[in-house]
T-cell receptor
């Protein structure tokens, strides 16, 4: 009964470093997305995918890349970390083809860029 | 485009007090409406939802009614507990295919319940 699994839970990066946040779901959901959560800003969509091989940009895609080679996995790559990317990141998944669909969230990754 | 506006927090209540968190929306057609809750240190989880006008969603003592005439989906609970301390998010998905199915979020309302 894993649901959505995100790793790592905490990460500290130096400016300019790159890293990948991992996200995996075992519910056969078509739709997966990445959000960042910042104080007073709510949840902002970074990238999303409606199925394997298909990705698209959300509200705040700059500085991030994604790929969707399988239904289960949706990693988020920070290309060259900047202090402005300090945030809490959440991965979510849901059925996309059904209206009223519930989104399932991972536990989050707290990223600090120094 | 679609949007969600919810009352700003933080909201601080004493245990057993009545809770209302206001949420209004802008959307074409008939969106589906959701309340998600985020407990400290955790991800978001669905609290309740309503999919058509006049529907009432309920869970864990919380209720919200889909009011199309006022474009609102206010969250209420008659008697809050310390364990209800969390951040509450109102959200919607549109009624059309494609990108309108994406979740549109309010900014969240932080609730602290004191014993």
């Amino acid at each position: 009964n894993a649901g959505v699994t995100q790793t790592p839970k905490f990460q500290v990066l130096k400016t300019g470093q790159s890293m990948t946040l991992q996200c995996a779901q075992d519910m056969n959901h078509e739709y997966m997305s990445w959000y960042r959560q910042d104080p007073g800003m709510g949840l902002r969509l970074i990238h999303y995918s409606v199925g394997a091989g298909i990705t698209d940009q959300g509200e705040v895609p700059n500085g991030y890349n994604v790929s969707r080679s399988t239904t289960e996995d949706f990693p988020l790559r920070l290309l060259s970390a900047a202090p402005s990317q300090t945030s809490v990141y959440f991965c979510a998944s849901s059925y996309f083809s059904t209206l009223n669909t519930e989104a399932f969230f991972g536990q989050g990754t707290r990223l600090t860029v120094v | 485009g679609n949007s969600v506006t919810q009352m700003e927090g933080p909201v601080t209540l004493s245990e057993e007090a009545f809770l209302t968190i206001n949420c209004t929306y802008t959307a074409t057609g008939y969106p589906s409406l959701f309340w998600y809750v985020q407990y400290p240190g955790e991800g978001l989880q669905l609290l309740l939802k309503a999919t058509k006008a006049d529907d009432k969603g309920s869970n864990k003592g919380f209720e919200a009614t889909y009011r199309k005439e006022t474009t609102s989906f206010h969250l209420e609970k008659g008697s809050v507990q310390v364990s209800d301390s969390a951040v509450y998010f109102c959200a919607l998905t549109g009624s059309n295919a494609g990108n309108n199915r994406k979740l549109i979020w309010g900014l969240g309302t932080s609730l602290a319940v004191n014993p």
